[in-house]
């Protein structure tokens, strides 16, 4: 993991736990307010597309991603990115790259040692936990519907919005919680060697 | 009982002498963590106790200080190394003596 978010060339220290907290807040609060925002427009038909799109991004600028190397988890496949990313700066998905995020050029960032390996399998065993407590609630609705159990269409919301809204939380987990967990869980970093 | 001082060893249940080998050859963490191929802040995490290491990596650590790995890491306390030099010599004496007494005689 980094100690310092490169955001649009700007380098901010995130070494501390508790700025990373912050963080990690602040881009959930955000997911939230997108969603409401996506709600109010028109109840999730058109404007949901960017539920799904903001989340990549926030991934490949803040968080870090399984195949960029921008943000602040390092790349959890424990490989070299393609070799146009890092080792072509003139290519043009290089140069576009480097909008958004610095080339990696140290081994260290697309590798993980023993210990990044056992932390990110802890990660995503918990992030795993939480998408199937989604999974199960979604059952367990359907399940309800079917059975005429709980009769949804009286509430603000129709069974099948309620099903739509855990399927964008799920999606938005599926692709954040892991590094937003790491994020959270790791201690204070030292900055000096 | 606690006789080294030594604060109890975090999640890992280990204890461990690298800080003291790394300060005593004069060696970064950045440096260790190069000859070892891991980020410098795994070294940190071994370094607190908090990690417990691979036994690869355990052996490569041991490799490196030039030591048996039980030099390096115990489940008991560590003595302090000052003292078990003084300790060893206090032996060496006393087993010199026996031979001079028994020569002598």
Known sequence: ?193 | MNTTDQKAPGESGLYNRIAVLRAERGISRQQLADAMDVNYQTIGFLERGEYSPSLKLALSLGEYFALPVEAIFSKQPFQPLSQQVYRTRRIDGAAKADLDTEQSS
């Not at chain 1, 799109?53 to 988890?73: A, C, E, K, Q, T």
């Not at chain 1, 490989?79 to 260290?108: G, M, N």
Request: charged letters at 20%; aromatic letters at 12%; proline letters at 4%.
């Open chain 1, 1 to 193: 993991m980094k100690t310092e978010l490169v955001l649009f060339g700007t380098h901010i220290n995130m070494a501390t736990r508790r700025r990373r907290r912050a963080l990690v807040v602040l881009i959930y609060a955000g997911f939230a307010a997108l969603i409401c925002g996506s709600w109010l427009s028109d109840h999730w038909h058109f404007s949901c597309i960017w539920l799904l799109i903001v989340p990549l991004w926030v991934n490949r600028l803040v968080l870090g991603h399984y195949d960029s190397g921008g943000g602040l988890v390092d790349l959890f496949v424990s490989k070299e990115t393609h070799p146009i990313y890092a080792y072509d700066p003139q290519h043009p998905w290089a140069r576009l790259r480097r909008c958004f995020s610095e080339p990696i050029t140290v081994k260290r960032q697309y590798t993980n040692d023993e210990r990044e390996l056992r932390r990110r399998d802890s990660v995503h065993r918990t992030a795993y936990e939480f998408l199937s407590s989604i999974v199960a609630i979604v059952f367990l609705a359907e399940f309800m519907k079917a059975t005429d159990l709980w009769d949804l269409k009286a509430r603000f919301l129709t069974f099948d919005q309620l099903i739509y809204g855990l399927l964008i939380i799920c999606n938005i987990a599926a692709v954040t919680l892991p590094q937003t967990i790491l994020l959270w869980t790791e201690p204070d970093m030292e900055t000096e060697a």
